[in-house]
Each structure stands twice: as structure tokens, then as C-alpha cells.
């Protein structure tokens, strides 16, 4: 998928939320087209992918369907896409996917398989301890689980580098990119009757 | 058999499985009564953490999600506190969430602690047990009162196809 067509997929989204015929939260993506698509070319088919809230351009990226996508956005679910196939599991807690992304990458590697666990996070997550202690254990332990920070520097609209007094810098093994975000945390901006 | 013995013959069932693994603090390694029902089983089944319940709760779902059978260990009913987030925020929605695509599989152990001989004082005696049912739905809470009903209950975990955790008495290795 291309930036153009990520973009297109998120104002559909936007329109039929804006229209009132998604009862729920909506988390769109936008600002970091670009940077997930050099990053998802190194995500392969058969890799696990464990995201959050805004994760429409990851599923979408790793090649679910854009139409099971869709569905799933209409009815409510942009906060916990899920998929089988290609494997894809999203959760909508600060911190809560990391263990779970963690555990997978082992099982991998307990069974002597060759595929990735890709964890994407944001930069609030990043800096709690359970990151900490994930990441460590990863990389003492050898797994192959690759994280990867999207800095925007906001939780909903809590400034990350504010809160807590500063910002570390990610290890050089863990990708870690900047953007703005195109969207507000969730919805679009604009007021919704429903 | 005896309380205690009937937990040995049913770790010692589940360990048979090709697809189990046991994971805890003091699975490999002695410092509570569970390690007593383990440390017959092959070390290779047997996954010593650090002390991050968190963690290991999270990372056992996400074992979980790619086949693995994991029986979670945790020593003490007032030690899953801590791995609040990981078990009700995740595993035990994760059913609902996926539609029914994924169903992690977890078992997993703890024990109210004993007070006799030793009390172990209300950070380490609690029981949690009618708390943890009202609380989870996906998961299910089984308490292991007689010992006619354990090695049954840890089969019906194993053969089902939802997670469960099965609550031990400390005070009945002695006593039942």
C-alpha cells in the first residue's frame, strides 16, 4: 500500500465516522505514512505484528484486508483490530501489549522458528517500566522481537517529555521515529451527532 | 492420596504434554510449597522469571497465542495483584476482542499461604478467590478444596479450550 492510498483509507473512515455510523472510537492514523512503509518493508508475511489504539496503517501495512478492516472499524472495533492472517493483535491499554508481544517472540524461538514479533509503541509507553523490563528480557534472552517507538510526543494529549521531566533516548536497536499526528487522539476534530 | 501428592501426579500429567511449559519464580529454583509439586519434572519444561508478574502473566498469553500450553506459576494469591492488568485487561478479554479468533490457553497456579505454622501475615495469606471469579469471564476460577477434585480440575484446564486458575490451599500440603 502506497502513502496515497493509506491517506484515502483514513478520510473514507473519517467521513463515515463524521456521517455518525460508528458508535465508538475512532483512532486514525496520519503524519507517518512514510516512515511505516520503509519500516514495513522489513515486516514479513508470516511475522507477528502487536500495536495499539491507532494502529489502522500497521494492519494495514502487514496486509490485512482493507475491507475486513473496514468492517471492523464500522462496528466499533478500531480499538482492538485483530487477525489471524497475516498475525495481528492490538490492545488498547498504555503498556499492556508489550509482555504479550514478548511471550510470542519466545514461543518462536522455543519452537525453532525463523519469523519476527514487531511491537509498535508510542513515546509515553516507551518510558514506562514495563518497556523496560520487556526489552531487557529480550535482549538477554536473545528474542526475536523488534520494537519500535512513534514519537509524537502526546499520550491522548498528555506531553510525554513534560510529564516526566524529560525523555530517554530509545537503544540503538530499537527503531524510533517522529511525527506530528494528522488526526486529534480520537475522532477527527470536527463535532459528531449521533 | 494426599492433598499434596495429587498436585505432584497432575504436574506430572500436564508435563507429559508436548505443548506444556511451567513458568514462575520458584519453578526451577526452591522458596515456596509449588516448587515441592515440580521439582520432579524435566528442568528443561520449567521456565524460572524474574519477579515481574506483569510480565509473566503477559508474556504466557502471548505464548498462549502461539500454541503453548503455559502453567503460570505464581507462589502466592497476594502476588497476583500485580498482574492485574496483564490477566483482566487481557487474557480474559481477549475472546471478546478478537471475536472468538484467538483463545489463548493459559492454566495457572497459586495458593492462599498458610498460617500454620507459620502465619505468614496479610501480605501473604489472602484469599482472592471470590474477587478474581467476579471479576473475570473468560477465565475461569476453580478452588482446589478437596483432593479427590484436583487432578480432574487440572485435566479439564488442559482439555478445555479456556484459560483457567486453579487456587490452592497452602495450609492442606500439611494438613489433607
Request: proline share 4%; with cysteine; net charge negative.
Amino acid at each position: 500500500m502506497d502513502k496515497k492510498e493509506l491517506i484515502s483509507f483514513e478520510e473514507d473512515i473519517k467521513k463515515i465516522y463524521e456521517d455518525g455510523k460508528i458508535k465508538a472510537p475512532v483512532h486514525l492514523s496520519g503524519g507517518n505514512e512514510e516512515q511505516l512503509i520503509e519500516i514495513f518493508k522489513n515486516v514479513d508475511k508470516d511475522d507477528w505484528v502487536f500495536s495499539s489504539w491507532r494502529n489502522h496503517y500497521h494492519a494495514l501495512l502487514h496486509g490485512v484486508d482493507k475491507e475486513f478492516l473496514k468492517d471492523l472499524i464500522v462496528r466499533g472495533k478500531s480499538m482492538s483490530v485483530y487477525s489471524d492472517k497475516p498475525k495481528f493483535y492490538s490492545s488498547s491499554i498504555v503498556g499492556g501489549i508489550i509482555p504479550i508481544a514478548l511471550g510470542t517472540a519466545m514461543s518462536i524461538k522455543m519452537k525453532g522458528g525463523e519469523n519476527k514479533v514487531w511491537c509498535f509503541v508510542g513515546d509515553m509507553t516507551f518510558e514506562s517500566g514495563i518497556f523496560y523490563e520487556c526489552y531487557k528480557y529480550s535482549r538477554n534472552f536473545d528474542l526475536p522481537l523488534q520494537f519500535v517507538v512513534e514519537d509524537n510526543g502526546l499520550s491522548t494529549n498528555t506531553p510525554t517529555e513534560e510529564t516526566w521531566g524529560g525523555k530517554q533516548t530509545p537503544p540503538a536497536d530499537v527503531y524510533h521515529y517522529e511525527y506530528e499526528r494528522t488526526y486529534p487522539h480520537h475522532g477527527t476534530g470536527n463535532w459528531v451527532l449521533f | 492420596m494426599k492433598y499434596k501428592d495429587e498436585l505432584i501426579r497432575s504436574m506430572k500429567w500436564l508435563a507429559d504434554k508436548d505443548d506444556t511449559i511451567f513458568i514462575g519464580q520458584s519453578v526451577l529454583h526452591s522458596g515456596n510449597a509449588i516448587y515441592n509439586t515440580l521439582k520432579d519434572i524435566d528442568e528443561e519444561k520449567r521456565i524460572e522469571v524474574p519477579v515481574f508478574e506483569e510480565v509473566q502473566m503477559g508474556m504466557s498469553t502471548g505464548m498462549a497465542l502461539n500454541g503453548i500450553v503455559p502453567i503460570c506459576c505464581f507462589p502466592r494469591f497476594d502476588f497476583m495483584l500485580r498482574c492485574m492488568d496483564s490477566l483482566v485487561n487481557h487474557l480474559d478479554k481477549m475472546q471478546t476482542m478478537t471475536e472468538g479468533t484467538f483463545k489463548p490457553k493459559v492454566i495457572m497456579r497459586t495458593s492462599i499461604g498458610s498460617t500454620n505454622p507459620l502465619d505468614g501475615g496479610v501480605q501473604h495469606t489472602q484469599d482472592y478467590t471470590m474477587s478474581f471469579k467476579s471479576m473475570l469471564h473468560e477465565v475461569d476460577v476453580v478452588l482446589l478444596e478437596e483432593p479427590d477434585n484436583i487432578f480432574t480440575e487440572f485435566q479439564s484446564a488442559y482439555n478445555g479450550d479456556r484459560s483457567t486458575l486453579l487456587v490452592e490451599y497452602g495450609d492442606y500440603y500439611n494438613d489433607k
